[in-house]
Nanobody
Framework: QVQLVESGGGLVQPGGSLRLSCAASGFTLNSYSIGWFRQAPGKEREGISCISSNGGSTSTADSVKGRFTISRDNAKNAVYLHMNSLKPEDTGVYYC??????????????????WGQGTQVTVSS
């Protein structure tokens, strides 16, 4: 059974940093592209970044470009979202998702068949 588990969320002050992790159980991540999404209260789930199965290609939404970086360590069966210069508008539940295809449609939530349960990120002073 494909399971994804996010961790690393929490409360951080504006300008701070967090690193989110996405771990897999029941399967190995190295065949899957991994995407990160977030959902703020009352808003649609937004695709923010994606990394291809071998890590050779990444895509990042304009809203976080230059502040967020995605990486993966297939040896550890994990993908990371490094978030710097956090802003209050980055607050939301962050989800990772897995798909066997590329990152070409990462922004489309319906492209991703496997999801984690989410981790809360709150940026506030």
């Amino acid at each position: 059974q494909v399971q994804l588990v996010e961790s690393g969320g929490g409360l951080v002050q504006p300008g701070g940093s967090l690193r989110l992790s996405c771990a897999a159980s029941g399967f190995t991540l190295n065949s899957y592209s991994i995407g990160w999404f977030r959902q703020a209260p009352g808003k649609e789930r937004e695709g923010i970044s994606c990394i291809s199965s071998n890590g050779g290609s990444t895509s990042t939404a304009d809203s976080v470009k230059g502040r967020f970086t995605i990486s993966r360590d297939n040896a550890k069966n994990a993908v990371y979202l490094h978030m710097n210069s956090l802003k209050p508008e980055d607050t939301g539940v962050y989800y990772c998702a897995a798909a066997l295809g590329s990152c070409s449609y990462y922004y489309n939530r319906y492209y991703w068949p496997y999801w984690g349960q989410g981790t809360q990120v709150t940026v506030s002073s």
